[in-house]
């Protein structure tokens, strides 16, 4: 198991920073040492309830039937989602960050569009179906219910990644599209195509999200800009809806934003 666990943490990943879901492995996007050494563990000490060294007498020949595969996975997959839910007491550290960290954007103006309502003159938007965003910089720009806002920047903005727990069981990182600052809140926006929002991988960044945006709001409000943090996830005809009927972004937002669940015991359900 050390020699394949070695080999599929080690294949080369995919240019850029998308990971590729038509590869034939899912790739970790952190901490894969500790979980190699925590499925070498359990390989060698409890997956046959006795010790077990797979390179004698071809032991390992066993780590590769289909359903020993399926057992690791599904014991694996299911102690990180638990992982995540933990409850960490304590005296919490607060480190404030800032937009302003990144001095500046580099855009295409031929993808971007003239701001002022952010400390970047200009905001960048996908070439490939990138309507969705582009609209949304367009109505936070001209809308009095939007004080500030800015497209989060997926390679500069490395502070606005949260952890989350992928439907396969596997942990990976999110960052929301823009961040939106109006006179009652403060929100983490995700943009998506009608059809996505139910996505199983959506909902568990959005309870991600939730319990982030949770956790600021336990701060005092000088801590968190004297705002509640909330999650929206918008998606894309109720965008152009609301849109369309002169309704301010704002209300949009309020509407969107996600509740978190009301006790612990309903938080796990959900994330199972």
Request: hydrophobic content about 40%.
């Amino acid at each position: 198991m050390t020699r394949r666990v070695s080999q599929a943490l080690n294949h080369p990943l995919p240019k850029g920073n998308k990971i590729a879901p038509q590869l034939e492995r899912p790739y970790l996007q952190m901490n894969t040492a500790a979980l190699a050494t925590a499925l070498d563990d359990y390989i060698r000490e409890r997956l046959f309830n006795e010790p077990f060294e797979p390179f004698e007498d071809e032991g390992w020949r066993l780590l590769l039937l289909q359903p020993v595969i399926d057992h690791i996975v599904r014991i694996f997959g299911l102690a990180l989602v638990r992982a995540e839910e933990h409850t960490t007491t304590g005296t919490t550290e607060v480190r404030h960050r800032h937009l302003s960290e990144v001095r500046k954007l580099m855009v295409r103006e031929s993808a971007s569009l003239e701001v002022s309502k952010c400390i970047y003159t200009r905001l960048p938007y996908p070439t490939r179906s990138g309507g969705l965003e582009r609209a949304f910089i367009e109505w936070a720009q001209s809308d009095a219910s939007v004080e500030a806002f800015c497209k989060i920047s997926e390679n500069r903005h490395d502070f606005v990644r949260l952890r989350y727990i992928k439907s396969d069981g596997l942990p990976a990182l999110y960052i929301p599209d823009f961040l939106v600052r109006t006179a009652d809140g403060i929100y983490l926006v995700e943009t998506k195509a009608q059809e996505q929002v139910g996505h199983p991988n959506v909902q568990r960044k959005l309870r991600a999200a939730t319990t982030w945006c949770e956790r600021i709001n336990a701060l005092d409000a000088e801590q968190r800009s004297k705002r509640a943090w909330h999650y929206a996830l918008v998606g894309e005809s109720l965008f152009h809806d609301w849109r369309q009927k002169g309704a301010r972004l704002g209300e949009l937002l309020a509407f969107s934003r996600a509740r978190a669940a009301p006790t612990a015991q309903s938080q796990g359900d959900l994330a199972l």
